[in-house]
């Protein structure tokens, strides 16, 4: 497939952060959902929901789908990865939410991924609007 027949548009790609997605090998896992991954020769540190770091394994190649967060009210900024290129998407809407940051957006994805895929949008488009 040529790179001008993939499924996202121009408009969307442009939207898009400078870390796309990362594939590395876990060499670290914490309880708190950070991981660290080797990529190369550098060992890269990314936040992730709770549950989806747990269930990685040591040594285990993955792919995650990233957000590289700049925030001026934390000192640094913070790469955060999803297995699934949709919740990666929702974190992103949430977090262009006023007054919604990387940990309340990490807490209401948590909770919006478990409602089942055909109703999923309905209930991301009300919360949004809620928190507008």
């Known amino acids: 497939m040529r790179c001008a027949e993939d499924s996202l548009s121009r ?3 442009e939207k898009r952060e400078m870390l796309a ?3 590395g090998r876990v060499v670290e896992c914490t309880g708190d959902g950070r991981t660290v991954l080797k990529v190369g020769d550098m060992g890269i540190a990314v936040e992730m929901l709770r549950r989806e770091a747990q269930a990685l394994e040591l040594d285990e190649e ?5 957000v590289l967060h700049i925030s001026t009210q934390e000192p640094k900024p913070t790469l955060y990865g999803f297995l699934q290129s949709d919740e990666r998407d929702i974190f992103e809407l949430l977090l262009r939410s006023h007054g919604i940051g990387p940990r309340v957006a990490m807490t209401l994805l948590l909770s919006l991924i478990h409602i089942s895929e055909p109703t999923r949008p309905l209930y991301i488009s009300y919360a949004v609007f809620c928190l507008k």
């Open 11 to 13: 408009d969307r790609m």
């Open 21 to 23: 997605f990362i594939e």
């Open 62 to 66: 993955v792919r995650l789908h990233t």
